[in-house]
C-alpha cells in the first residue's frame, strides 16, 4: 500500500527543548491524521488536517499540513514529561489509515 | 462510553496452541479493524470489517490467523495453532462511517491484547 515515511525514528529532548516530527508521502494525500501512543498504552487520536497549507493548535501542540498535501510536521513547543511517547502520522482513505512507523519522543528531566 | 474493549489482556501461551483474542467495538461503529504492533514491523493492519463483513484480509500474515464478526458488537482474531514470532500487542479499534455518524473517520482503539508465545 502506499506509506507514510516519518522521521525521526527516535529524538531525546531535555525538557523544556522544543519536539518536531516530520510525516511524508509520495503521492498526494486526501488528509492526515496524527495519533500519540504513551508507552504501555494504545494509540489515541489527535486530529485530522485536511486543507492544503492547513495549520492546527492544540495548546503546546501545532499540527501542519504542508501546500502540495504531501507532507505534515508535528511540533511541541516547551516538551515536558507527559509528552513522552510515540507520535504516528496515518494517511486515511475511506476510513482505512495506513500508519507511519511513528516517532518515539523521550523527555530527559 | 466504555470505549473498545479488549480481552484478554495479556495472553502467555505455548507454541502450538490456540490463542483466541476478543474485541467489542464502540456501539454503533460500522468499521472494525485487528492490528498488530512489533518493534520490528511496526503498526500492521490485519483484517477489517465493514458492518460486520470482512472486507480486506490482506495482511493477515497466514492462514493461522482467522478473524470473525458474527454481530456488530463482538469479533474474534483467532491464531491457530500458535508461534513464537506470533508475539506482539494485538490492537483492535473501531471507526464511525458519515453514515454511521461519524466525522473524522477516527480510529478508537482499545487497550490491546499482549499476546507472548513461548
Known amino acids: 500500500g502506499q506509506q507514510v515515511m516519518q522521521i525521526p525514528q527516535y529524538q531525546h529532548v531535555q525538557e523544556g527543548e522544543d519536539f518536531t516530527t516530520y510525516c511524508n508521502s509520495s503521492t498526494t494525500l486526501s488528509n492526515i491524521q496524527w495519533y500519540k501512543q504513551r508507552p504501555g498504552g494504545h494509540p489515541v487520536f489527535l486530529i485530522q488536517?485536511?486543507?492544503?497549507?492547513e495549520v492546527k493548535k492544540q495548546k503546546r501542540l501545532t499540527f501542519q499540513f504542508g501546500e502540495a498535501k504531501k507532507n505534515s510536521s508535528l511540533h511541541i513547543t516547551a516538551t515536558q514529561t507527559t509528552d513522552v511517547g510515540t507520535y504516528f502520522c496515518?494517511?486515511?482513505?475511506?476510513?482505512?489509515?495506513?500508519f507511519g512507523r511513528g516517532t518515539s519522543l523521550i523527555v530527559h528531566p | 462510553d466504555a470505549g473498545v474493549i479488549q480481552s484478554p489482556r495479556h495472553e502467555v501461551t505455548e507454541m502450538g496452541q490456540e490463542v483466541t483474542l476478543r474485541c467489542k467495538p464502540i456501539?454503533?461503529?460500522?468499521?472494525l479493524f485487528w492490528y498488530r504492533q512489533t518493534m520490528m514491523r511496526g503498526l500492521e493492519l490485519l483484517i477489517y470489517f465493514n458492518n460486520n463483513v470482512p472486507i480486506d484480509d490482506s495482511g493477515m500474515p497466514e492462514d493461522r490467523f482467522s478473524a470473525k464478526m458474527p454481530n456488530a458488537s463482538f469479533s474474534t482474531l483467532k491464531i491457530q495453532p500458535s508461534e513464537p514470532r506470533d508475539s506482539a500487542v494485538y490492537f483492535c479499534?473501531?471507526?464511525?462511517?458519515?453514515?454511521?455518524?461519524?466525522?473524522?473517520?477516527?480510529?478508537?482503539f482499545g487497550p490491546g491484547t499482549r499476546l507472548t508465545v513461548l
Open positions: 496515518a494517511r486515511s482513505g475511506s476510513y482505512i489509515p495506513t
Open positions: 479499534a473501531s471507526t464511525a462511517s458519515r453514515l454511521a455518524g461519524g466525522s473524522y473517520n477516527e480510529q478508537f
Open positions: 456501539s454503533g461503529h460500522d468499521y
Open positions: 488536517l485536511v486543507k492544503s497549507g
